[in-house]
């Protein structure tokens, strides 16, 4: 088969770079947060998405836990949501003047270690 002069050829290099921006076009869209639909509305980030969610599940709201789960990816609203249980922690153990764990056991109704 002859290659014409304006047919681009597709080596093993060529073909790498390929795989690789696909890759890497696919994690930036899991990143990415909901974009500007047209309608006025704003796109929300990471943590008001998993500030919405941890909510809306303390009130057992599926209507508002599907609406906040659809903001951010699932990869976005997992890290927002151990974020909100981190910087929790931190503020209960500082106004109980407990540990971080102790705080964290209790929560869960674990014994204390």
């Given amino acids: 088969m002859t290659v014409q002069p304006w047919q681009p050829r597709r080596g093993k290099v060529v073909s790498m770079f390929g795989r690789i921006r696909r890759s890497v076009a696919r994690f930036l869209n899991a990143l990415r947060v909901e974009t500007d639909t047209g309608r006025g509305a704003r796109s929300h980030n990471l943590f008001e998405a998993a500030a919405a969610y941890v ?3 303390a009130e057992d709201d599926q209507e508002r836990i599907d609406e ?4 951010v ?8 949501v151990n974020e909100l249980a981190c910087r929790a922690v931190i503020a209960l153990a ?4 407990e540990s971080t764990r102790t705080v964290a056991r209790t929560l869960l109704g ?3 270690a």
């Avoid at 906040?68 to 903001?71: D, L, N, R, T």
């Avoid at 990816?73 to 927002?80: I, R």
């Avoid at 500082?94 to 003047?97: A, G, K, L, P």
């Fill in 55 to 57: 909510s809306a599940c």
């Fill in 68 to 71: 906040a789960a659809g903001w």
């Fill in 73 to 80: 990816s699932p990869e976005a609203l997992s890290f927002g």
């Fill in 94 to 97: 500082r106004e109980r003047d």
């Fill in 110 to 112: 674990l014994p204390a």
